[in-house]
Every structure is written in C-alpha cells, then in structure tokens.
C-alpha cells in the first residue's frame, strides 16, 4: 500500500504565510534602503530627519517645558558658592570653580518663593572619587520642587593630589616697628622646634622654610606672643600648606632684660602654651564628636 501524504494543518498555513508577509516586508525595506543610501538627496534628507529626531529626545524635558508652560518665568542666580565634599585631609582638589550659576524655570509663585528663601546651593560630591582627574557633576539644591534647574557650568574637570605628611623646623623671624631696632631684642624662644605640614608631595618639596612671624610692633619691653607658622619656597613666596600648630608661642625678651623679667616671661608664655593646647585638645574632641554623630 501506498503512504498517503499528510496535508498540511491551519497552523502550519497560518506560519507559512507569515513567513512569505515578512520576507516580503523585508526585502521591501531593503530595497528602500538601498534607494535612500544611494540616492545622495534621500540620504541627506534621512540625515537630517535623523538628526532632528535625536535633538527631540535629548531635548524632550525643556522643549515640553518651554511649549506647555508658556506662563512660566525665568531666574537667573549668579555665582552661587559650590560646597565641596571631599576628605580634604587625604586630598588636594585644584580645577574646582568657587561658584557657579544657576537659571530656574517655572511657576511665577515658585519663582518668588526662590527669592525670597535665598537657598539655594550648589554640591560637588567628591568622596567616591580617587587620585587623579576626574569629571564632576555640580549639582543644584535647595529649590522647591516643580522647577527647570541648570547649573552652569554643569560639569567640571578637577584633580585630585594625594596628601603627604612631613615635619619641619621652625625659624623664628622677627619684625620689627618703626622706631625699634632688631639689635636691642634677643632671639625670640618658640614652645616649639617642629611642626608637621600636610600637603601634595609636590609642596612639600617646594617648602625651604618654616617661619614664626614675630611682629615687635606695639610692645616696648620684652612680651609674649602667639605667632602664626607660614611656609615658604625658594623664592621667598608663601606655600599654602596645612600646618600642625598653625601657631606657637613665642617669647621675646631685651637684651638687656633682667632675669626676674626673663623668669615672668617664660612663666607667661608657659601659661599660653598650655591654654593653646588646652584650647587645640577641645577643638580636636568636638571635631571627634561631630564626625561620630554623622557617622551614626
């Protein structure tokens, strides 16, 4: 006996047409294609639609906010100070503008509660970021809700430098004012011989001297001063550094200064050292604080 062939099911029909419609289609989009491709007015035409439809969707957000909201008015706040968050113990951000601007759009109501509260703020979020440069978003707070927010710029190109640690001597250097002379002081006595400056490596090597600046003006006999601690490179210009004490005391005395007053000096001077350092030992227990809190 004869096998009988089987006749193919709706189904199979069904998959068979649908795939002739598709092939159909697709040779028809080729040949399209092709016609456009190589045709240069259809290609420049295509280009250009293209283009246009990439610049809507990019632009979506602002062109529905300009065509749907005709009412709205526009604001422009200017040089608004940029925050930045970055463990600046570790590192050294250069490249960051101090401010930025910022232009709002919206609502004539929402636009006034913005003058009025003043509050607002510009970000620049460090902490996640390592050595090197990177690029930045400055990102704008502080704005009721609703609102079109721009900040110009919106991003930015900063460098970080790592922070290195190196201890210096401290050179005294004495300035006298008018009317007074160098010769009739004695070399002024510091609390301290060293201090430790915190900075990129490429300050630290820059640095070729510590200075207590010692100013005479004002006292006529011997005195007890805190001085400032400023670095400076070989050319005599000042680093900015991060210096640890910024400040020591100092003890200046004449040179013909008896030693009961030289005693009552140095007794001073004990009694600020010690207040300075009192004064430095809170300040470093409520930074401890205040980083525990935040931390929780």
């Known amino acids: 006996m004869e096998n009988k062939e089987k006749k193919p099911g709706r189904v199979q029909k069904f998959l068979s047409g649908l795939t002739r419609l598709l092939r159909t289609i697709a040779s028809r989009i080729s040949k399209l294609f092709d016609r456009i491709i190589y045709n240069d007015k259809l290609s420049l035409i295509a280009s250009l639609v293209m283009a246009l439809l990439i610049c809507l969707s990019i632009n979506y957000q602002d062109l529905s906010f300009r065509l749907f909201n005709k009412d709205a008015v526009t604001l422009n706040l200017a040089a608004i100070p940029v925050e930045v968050l970055v463990d600046d113990n570790t590192y050294e951000v250069s490249g960051l503008p101090t401010t930025a601007d910022i232009t709002v759009e919206g609502d004539a109501a929402d636009i006034q509660l913005v003058r009025t509260q003043n509050s607002a703020s510009i970000t620049a979020d460090l902490r ?19 609102l079109n927010v721009r900040v110009n710029p919106s991003t930015v190109q900063v460098t970080l ?136």
């Not at 200075?211 to 007890?224: K, L």
């Open 161 to 296: 430098a790592k922070k290195y640690t190196k201890t210096f001597f401290i050179t005294p250097d004495l300035i006298v004012g008018t009317g007074q002379s160098i010769n009739a002081y004695n070399k002024p006595a510091l609390s301290s011989r060293s201090v430790t400056v915190r900075a990129t490596r490429d300050k630290l090597n820059a640095i070729r001297a510590i200075r207590a600046i010692v100013d005479t003006s004002g006292n006529e006999g011997g005195f007890v001063a805190e001085v400032p601690l400023v670095a400076y490179d070989s050319q005599g210009k000042q680093v900015n550094v991060t210096i640890s004490p910024s400040t020591v005391t100092a003890t200046v005395t004449l040179v013909n200064s008896s030693s009961s007053t030289n005693s009552a000096l140095s007794q001073e001077a004990s009694e600020k050292e010690s207040e300075r350092k009192a004064s430095e030992a809170s300040l470093e227990a409520q930074s401890s604080q205040a980083s525990e809190t935040l931390e929780e």
């Open 128 to 146: 996640s970021l390592g050595e090197g440069i990177n690029t930045v978003s400055l990102d704008a707070a502080g704005l009721p809700t609703g």
